[in-house]
């Protein structure tokens, strides 16, 4: 059964601070890995990984993907209280339903 | 550009009454798709529609669920009774192609 488990589940961190968020996933023929962030509705994309050791890059927010050691790390410097939600780390499979099979999140708290 | 949008937004129900949700996704966008998140739990999938047609309801949870999606437009999810387990946030979520989804602000129900 597909399966993806983030760490750490939770995570409180002063403004200004640099924090790394994991993921670990099985898939059977992997497609993809995506990175949401969820503040208080909708879950908003930040990143869609296919390829081994290509960094995304998005201001202070980045991700990497190793398709050999199944995991993808997500990165934020220079936190601010904007930051603060639930960071989801999702993936697909090729074939089926293209359904996302998601972790239980990290909720990252940044305090001023 | 409009997004997912869901109503309701919160939707409290006694146990054996009967829910509808429904989820209109961004134009033109072919997949459609259900998730759940129950407290404590990660967001699992329920169901994928292509246009009208059911592509993979595989984790839909009994019969008690029933989805639709007409003319390939907007989709509703009834729960009929509803017990108490069915509580959680219902997720509406559309994509083009295999590309990364997009997700609704949810619907937050409850059964007493």
């Known amino acids: 059964e597909d399966k993806v488990v983030q760490s750490p589940l939770s995570l409180v961190v002063h403004e200004g601070d640099t924090v790394t968020l994991n993921c670990s996933y099985e898939v059977t023929n992997f497609r993809s890995l995506l990175w949401y962030k969820q503040e208080k509705k909708a879950p908003t994309f930040l990143f869609m990984l296919?390829?081994?050791?290509i960094e995304k890059k998005s201001g202070r927010l980045s991700s990497i993907l190793d398709k050999k050691e199944l995991f993808s790390i997500l990165n934020i410097t220079a936190t601010q209280t904007g930051d603060s939600a639930i960071y989801l780390c999702?993936?697909?499979?090729?074939?089926?339903?293209?359904?996302?099979?998601f972790g239980k999140g990290t909720k990252l708290t940044v305090n001023p | 550009e409009a997004g997912v949008t869901q109503f309701p937004s919160h939707s409290v129900i006694e146990k054996g009454q009967t829910v509808t949700l429904r989820c209109d996704p961004i134009s033109g966008h072919d997949n459609l798709y259900w998730y759940r998140r129950v407290m404590g739990k990660e967001i699992k999938f329920l169901l994928h529609f292509v246009k009208e047609s059911k592509q993979d309801e595989s984790g839909m949870p009994n019969n008690r669920f029933l989805a639709e999606r007409t003319g390939g437009t907007y989709s509703t999810l009834k729960v009929q009774p509803a017990e108490l387990e069915d509580s959680g946030v219902y997720f509406c979520?559309?994509?083009?192609?295999?590309?990364?989804?997009?997700f609704g602000q949810g619907t937050r129900l409850t059964v007493v």
């Open positions: 999702a993936v697909s499979g090729v074939g089926g339903s293209e359904k996302l099979v």
């Open positions: 296919t390829s081994s050791g």
């Open positions: 979520a559309s994509s083009q192609g295999w590309s990364r989804a997009f």
